[in-house]
Every structure is written in structure tokens, then in C-alpha cells.
């Protein structure tokens, strides 16, 4: 029995505790509401006006503030916005703040006001995009949590001298131009779909993204320094122009599928890609202090275009370059021979033009070979050079049999007087190729040399000298 009665008084304490959370959850319900209508716009002219959200846990719809808002305004209530807050031309809002907005399912857009220049979020830490742009007055923002998910990022024309508070870990699209002041951009991003541009912003930024492994295309321009040790990939392109860096190093990074280009840039003496195996183009123009250049890895391009005072390139492994290659230092002994051969050997497939010293390969008697010989004509010229070795071999076996059938007694004699006995047509003339052409064969082909080895020994089994083999003056003598 007591033991029912303590069950019954059990179920009795948790209804009423069941009760108590559900009274508990009326009340907060009753002063926090969910506002707004999904889809429309809240136009707010005042922040007295904007006291009116101050019972609402979210709010459905964007919200925008009327260009005759002025001072500060204050958008305490709601944790959520599930659309725009839209803040434009308002040009006398001196402060935005709220204490409350963790997450706006949508666009912040910040456009064209002179006097603000506080902008107070301190749990905001979700926002589709963020778009500010003119605001000259703002040098810092106060997103104490951080942003960390926010797809795009554009930021111009603000005096912003930091993005403490951005703290985006992966971005689709991060545009930060013209902000004068912006001195350091420090993110942590791991990752930037479509890619990060920093342009025309103060003539020192630093731009430090250790975090950044892929993006789509980085562009720096005015930029005094740049850090991203751990960039490997970009499914765009690396645009480095008119810039005052020094130095530029991206040794982890090892395919840009687009281009690489590196213009422009006054003061850069450095340069250091030991990462890269492919490029879609590589353009490097116009940095007058830039004198070397080593791209250790590099197996496929589909453009090279290097200018300037450039004195040494490597490029040790490459394996294709399939448009044009051209280089074109102001050193006129740039030695272009390893290029030269890339291009003898179809690495380069297509328009070559290297200035600078050209080294023949085999220089020699006789008119040179053409430097651009390909690899299918080599292949034909050795064929038909064993081909004639063989003709040759046979020949002159058959010339030994004959002689030997002729003057068995007299086997002993050659090589030292049989000049007069020869018959000179035993090896048909014809078969032998002309002596200049000859000459430059031999020296190219290690099978045209051994030819040669070959019918000096046979000739040294005939009679002295006999068929000019050698040269065109014995020939002409025995045929003449
Ligand atoms: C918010 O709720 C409180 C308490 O329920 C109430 O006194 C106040 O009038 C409400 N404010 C607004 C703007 O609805
Ligand atoms: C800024 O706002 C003012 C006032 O609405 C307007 O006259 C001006 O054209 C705007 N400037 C820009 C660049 O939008
Ligand atoms: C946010 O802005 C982008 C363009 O910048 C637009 O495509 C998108 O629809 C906007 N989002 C909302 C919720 O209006
Ligand atoms: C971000 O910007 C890119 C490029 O402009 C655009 O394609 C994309 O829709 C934008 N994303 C959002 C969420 O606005
Ligand atoms: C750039 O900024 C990073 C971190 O913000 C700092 O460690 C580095 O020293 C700065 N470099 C220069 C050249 O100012
Ligand atoms: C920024 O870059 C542009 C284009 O390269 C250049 O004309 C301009 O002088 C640079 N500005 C500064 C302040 O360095
Ligand atoms: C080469 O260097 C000199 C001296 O620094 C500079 O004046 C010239 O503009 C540079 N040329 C190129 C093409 O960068
Ligand atoms: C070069 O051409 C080949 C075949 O057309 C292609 O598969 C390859 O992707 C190209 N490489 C570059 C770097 O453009
Ligand atoms: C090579 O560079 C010089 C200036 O440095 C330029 O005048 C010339 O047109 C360039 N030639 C080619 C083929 O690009
Ligand atoms: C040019 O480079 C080739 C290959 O590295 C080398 O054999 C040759 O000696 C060099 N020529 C000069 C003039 O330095």
C-alpha cells in the first residue's frame, strides 16, 4: 500500500512539474512573438520606432531602415531575421546596433551613409551575404561572437582599417576594395568558392589568409604583403598586378587552372612557386627587380609569356606547353637553349619565340642541322640510315665473296695493293648517299656512326682506300 501511495504522489509531482514548464512556456510565448510577414518588407523610420520589436524572438521578412532615421538606432528583440536588413542612404544614422540578432537569413546591406560610424552585433554570427559599401566613417565593426557564416563578403569604400570580426571559415565570394585605410586583413578562411579580391585598397595592406587551402581566383592588387602558406589549389586564376610586394610565395600551391599572372609589380624581387605542377597560363610581365624565376614542378601549361629582367628560368620538368611559349628578357644572353630543345622535342606545341642566345647543338662540317627537326623526321633519317648500314653490309660481303672466288691466291695481298684490281661498280654508287648529307648524320646518330666504324672495317679487309667510304675525295677518286 505505501508503497502505491508513493507512486501516486510521484505522478501527482510530475504533473505539476509538467504543468509549471508549460505555464513557463506560455508566459515567454506571450511577450516573445514571432513578427513580420515572410516576403515583405518592415520599414523602420525612427528607434523609437524600432522599440516595437522588442518582444519578438524572430522576426519573418526583411526589415529596412527609412532614409529619415537619424542618430541610433537600436534593433534589440529579435534573435533572428528570416530576410534583409537593408540600411541605405540614411545619411544621418550615426549607429547601428543590436544586442539580440544572432542570424540573418539574408542579405546585409550597409550602402552610402557619411555620419555612421559604429556598427554594434555582438552575437550576430550568421548572415547570407554582407554588402558594405560607402561608408566613410566606419573604422571598425563590433561582431564580438565573429561572422562565421557568411557566403559573400563585399566591402568598399568604408575607412575600415581592420576586418577584426570576420571570421568567416568558408565563403563563396569575398570582394574587399578601396577601403584607404584597410592596413591588415587577417581571416581565417579555409575555403572561397568563387575567390577572394583585394583591390585598390591602402598602399600597405596585409593581406594574411594562413587557413586558405582552395579557392576559385585570388586577385591582389596594391597589396604590400601576402601570406597564404597553405593555398594548394584555385579553380581560377592567381592575379598578382600592381602591387608593392616584395616577395610572393606559394610553395604549396600546386594547380591553378586558369591563370597565373604576375604584372606590374614595382617592387617584387622574389618569387616562389616549388608546388606548382600545372597552370592554365603563366603571364609574368613588368616586375623590373624580378631576375629569377624557378618553377621546379611545372609539367603542363597551356601559355607561357615571361618578360622582363629575367636572367634565368627553370622549368626542369616540363612535359607540355600547348599554345604559345614566349619569352622575352631584356638580357640579351639569356640562354634559351633548354627551350630551344622543348620546342625541338613538341613540349611546346605551339608559337615559340625566346630571345636571347641559341646554342646550336651539333655544330659540324657541312650545313647545320635544322634545330627544329622533329622527333617523327630524326625517327625516318635513322630508319633509312640502318637501312643503308644493312645495304652496305651486304654489299660488301658479297664484293669480299666475290673477290675471294676471283684471287684466292692472291687473299694475303689486300689491304695494302688492290687499288688497281678493284671493280668499281661491285657496290652501286648510287646506294651511297651524298657525301655533305652523309657527314651531318654521322655526327647526329650513334647508328650512322657505327655504320661508318663498320665500313671502315670491311674496308680495311679490301684493298687500301678502296671505295672512299670515308669521304667524298676517295669516292670521287675510285668513281672518277
Ligand atoms: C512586450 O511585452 C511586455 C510584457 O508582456 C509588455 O509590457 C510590452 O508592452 C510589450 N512591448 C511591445 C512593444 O509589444
Ligand atoms: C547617397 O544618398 C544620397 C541621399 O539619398 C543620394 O543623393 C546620393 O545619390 C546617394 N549616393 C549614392 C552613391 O548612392
Ligand atoms: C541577396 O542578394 C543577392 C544578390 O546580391 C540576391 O540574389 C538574393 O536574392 C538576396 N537575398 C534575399 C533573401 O533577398
Ligand atoms: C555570391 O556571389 C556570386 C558571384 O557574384 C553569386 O554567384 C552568388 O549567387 C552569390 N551568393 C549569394 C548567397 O549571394
Ligand atoms: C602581416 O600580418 C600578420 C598577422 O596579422 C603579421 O604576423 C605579419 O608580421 C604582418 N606582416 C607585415 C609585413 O606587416
Ligand atoms: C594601386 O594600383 C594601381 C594599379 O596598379 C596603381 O595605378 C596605383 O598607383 C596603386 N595605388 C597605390 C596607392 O599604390
Ligand atoms: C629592368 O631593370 C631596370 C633597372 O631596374 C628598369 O629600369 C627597367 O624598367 C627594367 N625593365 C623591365 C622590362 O622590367
Ligand atoms: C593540353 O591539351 C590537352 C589535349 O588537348 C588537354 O587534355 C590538356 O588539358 C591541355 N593542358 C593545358 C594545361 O591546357
Ligand atoms: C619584348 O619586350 C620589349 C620591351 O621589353 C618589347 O618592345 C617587345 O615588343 C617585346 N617583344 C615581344 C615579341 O613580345
Ligand atoms: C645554356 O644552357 C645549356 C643547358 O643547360 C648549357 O648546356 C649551356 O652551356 C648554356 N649556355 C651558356 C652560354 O651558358
Given at each position: ?17 509538467a504543468?509549471?514548464v508549460?505555464?513557463l ?6 511577450s516573445?512573438q ?23 524572438s ?6 529596412a ?6 542618430g ?13 536588413l ?31 560610424s ?6 550576430l ?15 571598425g565593426?563590433?561582431?564580438?561572437a ?6 559573400n ?19 563563396d ?43 576559385g581566383s ?13 593555398l594548394?589549389?584555385l ?32 617592387d617584387?624581387?622574389?618569387?616562389s ?40 628560368i ?5 612535359t ?28 611546346i ?15 659540324g ?11 617523327a ?11 643503308l648500314?644493312i ?6 660481303r ?19 695493293d688492290g ?12 646506294e ?8 651531318e648524320?654521322?655526327e647526329?646518330?650513334g647508328?650512322?656512326e ?8 670491311i ?22
Open positions: 500500500m505505501s508503497f502505491l501511495r508513493k507512486a501516486t504522489e510521484m505522478s501527482i509531482s510530475r504533473a505539476h512539474n504543468l509549471l508549460a505555464f512556456c506560455f508566459t515567454s510565448l506571450s516573445q514571432a513578427c513580420g510577414s515572410p516576403g515583405s518588407t518592415t520599414t523602420i523610420n525612427s528607434n523609437a520606432a524600432a522599440t516595437s520589436l522588442a518582444n519578438c524572430s522576426f519573418a521578412g526583411s526589415i531602415i527609412g532614409e529619415t532615421a537619424s541610433d538606432v537600436y534593433l534589440n528583440g529579435p534573435s533572428e531575421i528570416v530576410g534583409n537593408v540600411v541605405e542612404n540614411v545619411l544621418a544614422l550615426t549607429s547601428l546596433n543590436s544586442d539580440t540578432l544572432e542570424r540573418l537569413d539574408g542579405n546585409f546591406s550597409l550602402q552610402n551613409m557619411t555620419l555612421l559604429t556598427l554594434s552585433f555582438p552575437l554570427t550568421t548572415v547570407v551575404s554582407i554588402n558594405f559599401h560607402a561608408l566613410p566613417n566606419i573604422a565593426f563590433t561582431f564580438t565573429g561572422l562565421s557564416s557568411v557566403s563578403v563585399t566591402i568598399s569604400n568604408t575607412f575600415l582599417s581592420s576586418l577584426a570580426g570576420i571570421n568567416l571559415l568558408n565563403a565570394l569575398v570582394q574587399i576594395s578601396n577601403n584607404p585605410h584597410l592596413l591588415n586583413a587577417d581571416l581565417p578562411l579555409e575555403t572561397s568558392k568563387q575567390g577572394i579580391e583585394f583591390t585598390s585598397n591602402g598602399i600597405s595592406l596585409n593581406v594574411t589568409l594562413p587557413q586558405l587551402t582552395t579557392a585570388i586577385t591582389l592588387n596594391n597589396v604590400s604583403f601576402a601570406f597564404f602558406p597553405s594548394s589549389f579553380s581560377g586564376s592567381l592575379s598578382v598586378q600592381g602591387n608593392s610586394i616584395t616577395a610572393l610565395t606559394a610553395d604549396s600551391l600546386s594547380v591553378v587552372t586558369q591563370d597565373v599572372i604576375l604584372t606590374e609589380n614595382a617584387l624581387k622574389e618569387v612557386f616549388q608546388g606548382l605542377l600545372s597552370a592554365g597560363s603563366i603571364d609574368i610581365e613588368e616586375n623590373p627587380l624580378l631576375t629569377t624565376l624557378n618553377f621546379g614542378k611545372l609539367a603542363r601549361a597551356g601559355d607561357v609569356n615571361i618578360g622582363g629582367n629575367i636572367t634565368v627553370e622549368m626542369p620538368v616540363l607540355s606547353v600547348n599554345n604559345t611559349f614566349i619569352l622575352n628578357s631584356t638580357d640579351p644572353e639569356f640562354n634559351c637553349s633548354i627551350f630551344d630543345t622543348d620546342h625541338a622535342n613538341s613540349i606545341k605551339g608559337t615559340y619565340s625566346c630571345q636571347g642566345t641559341h646554342q646550336v647543338s651539333t655544330p662540317p657541312g650545313p647545320s642541322p635544322q634545330p627544329g627537326l622533329s622527333a623526321a630524326k625517327g625516318g633519317i635513322a630508319a633509312g640510315c640502318v637501312v648500314a645495304l652496305l653490309v651486304i654489299g660488301a658479297f664484293f669480299i665473296k666475290r673477290r675471294g672466288w676471283k684471287r684466292q691466291e692472291a687473299a694475303t695481298a689486300f689491304g695494302t687499288k688497281a684490281e678493284m671493280e668499281h661498280h661491285e657496290i652501286p654508287r648510287n651511297l648517299p651524298a657525301g655533305g648529307g652523309r657527314h648524320l654521322s647526329q646518330h647508328v650512322v657505327m655504320v661508318a666504324r663498320d665500313a671502315r672495317v674496308a680495311h679487309e679490301l684493298p687500301s682506300e678502296p671505295l672512299g667510304i670515308d669521304g667524298g675525295g676517295p669516292a670521287r677518286e675510285v668513281s672518277g
